[in-house]
């Protein structure tokens, strides 16, 4: 879960939206076009948000016990009480 708490900090930083993109790319089980769809980006920009995700968090997308930790983070993350 810390992973995902990085990549909310790294957003509200650099006003970006690395978390909504992994939580699609993880949602539609990596599948770039798709994602990129549903985004309404470039596929070589999903790519290298991927890349930053992974610079970021410190995992391998392409590795998919380490996609699968970070889904059920993302799904826990959500559940966690925020602070107004």
């Known amino acids: 879960m810390e992973q995902i708490a990085k990549l909310g900090k790294h957003d509200a ?3 970006g939206d690395l978390v909504a993109t992994l939580e699609a790319y993880l949602e539609f089980g990596g599948a770039l076009a798709e994602v990129a769809k549903v ?3 470039h596929r ?3 790519q290298y948000r991927l890349g930053r995700i992974e610079d970021v968090c410190g995992a391998d997308m ?3 016990s380490q ?3 970070l889904f ?3 799904k826990e ?3 966690q009480p ?3």
């Open 13 to 15: 930083h650099h006003r």
């Open 39 to 41: 985004l309404n980006i």
């Open 44 to 46: 070589n920009t999903l």
């Open 62 to 64: 392409r590795d998919p």
């Open 67 to 69: 996609r699968l930790n």
């Open 72 to 74: 059920v983070a993302r």
């Open 77 to 79: 993350f959500r559940l």
């Open 82 to 84: 925020r602070e107004p």
